[in-house]
T-cell receptor, first 116, second 110 residues
């Protein structure tokens, strides 16, 4: 099946620093990648959608200057949390879909961000 | 707009018992429907998906789901629960993007 990886799996950082999370599709070229945020015991909240080579589309209420998304290639998307604060602590999950199976999203294992 | 509603935030069954997790959808067009499972501190794993080929969809780990248009439902079942099935289960509908239900936590008692 389609495999998506995320790195790092866990990160702890100090308030005010920036953190980059990578999302890679390992065995397919992802036409679209998605970034979600999940709070404890809650469902996934879509943050943004990114297509390779174009700017990401952010959901209402998500600050694009705070959550920078880059989708530079068909296999890599990055999410950078800039000037992180404790309220940014969360579980971030990416997903990807590919041409030929455009209705299905394949998810990465998630990244646990803790901001001290 | 498409949406799904999962009935019951928490379901508890005994090992070996039938598992039934409920999902109802709302869609103005024929939907693509999915069930995903999430284990603690992990991403979502695709269990199965409905794409209009067959109303009864078989997935991994012995799970299956039946698409019922008349009831706008896509309930997930497994005949016999195993301890390893304990996890969070999400129903989702796909359109321009994917909309998830609130999730159902399945607990399996020994």
């Amino acid at each position: 099946g389609a495999v998506v990886s995320q790195h790092p799996s866990r990160v702890i950082c100090k308030s005010g620093t920036s953190v980059k999370i990578e999302c890679r599709s390992l065995d397919f070229q992802a036409t679209t990648m998605f970034w979600y945020r999940q709070f404890p015991k809650q469902s996934l909240m879509l943050m943004a959608t990114s297509n390779e080579g174009s700017k990401a589309t952010y959901e209402q209420g998500v600050e694009k200057d705070k959550f920078l998304i880059n989708h530079a290639s068909l296999t890599l998307s990055t999410l950078t949390v800039t000037s992180a604060h404790p309220e940014d602590s969360s579980f971030y999950i990416c997903s990807a879909r590919f041409r030929g199976d455009t209705d299905t999203q394949y998810f990465g294992p998630g990244t646990r961000l803790t901001v001290l | 707009a498409q949406s799904v509603t999962q009935l019951g935030s928490h379901v508890s069954v005994s090992e070996g018992a039938l598992v039934l997790l409920r999902c109802n959808y709302s869609s103005s067009v024929p939907p693509y429907l999915f069930w995903y499972v999430q284990y603690p501190n992990q991403g979502l794993q695709l269990l199965l998906k409905y794409t209009s080929a067959a109303t009864l969809v078989k997935g991994i780990n012995g799970f299956e789901a039946e698409f019922k248009k008349s009831e706008t439902s896509f309930h997930l079942t497994k005949p016999s629960a195993h301890m390893s099935d304990a996890a969070e289960y999400f129903c989702a509908v796909s359109g321009e993007d994917m909309r998830f239900g609130a999730g159902t936590r399945l607990t399996v008692k020994p």
